[in-house]
């Protein structure tokens, strides 16, 4: 892969790029909905940009509290869309993007990393695995992929 790139990470309250705020619109209006837990919710946009400003790809994701059932009191990070500009593809930036959100989860204490992904989309597929998800069959035509991370590894 070419390193002609920067990766660099967004948060509330962040400037986004524009073409990383456009990228992401549906995603990041979900992100910024008014809801009553908002406080306890945060946005994570991990994107790549080359040298010239212009996004290459990049990982949307939601961070917050299950808060229901056996994980209640666990932080989990909702990866919302992982995207790859078509020309940019081929390269190993949507894995260099994963991993870097991975990390961002961690550090973020979250104890996992989640999202769902088609199975019609093999090299979505390919990439998740690359970077360690488990994929489990869910119905509809999707899978629901999962990643403990480093932060779940270090508890007893």
Known sequence: MSRNHAISVYT????????????????????????PDADRWRFVTVCAVDSSGHVLGGVHMDIGPMEFGPLAEERLAY??????????????????????AVEESTARGCSH???NVSWGNPAAIAVYRRAGFALTCLEDGEYFAVKPTRAASCRA
Do not use: H, K, W
Not at 80 to 99: K, M, S
């Open 113 to 115: 990393i989640r999202c």
């Open 79 to 100: 990866l919302e869309q992982l995207l790859v500009l078509p020309q940019n593809r081929g390269q190993g930036l949507g894995t260099a993007l994963l991993l870097r």
């Open 12 to 35: 509330n309250g962040d400037m986004l790029p524009a073409e990383a705020a456009e990228m992401f619109r549906n995603e990041l209006a979900e992100s910024l909905r008014a809801r």
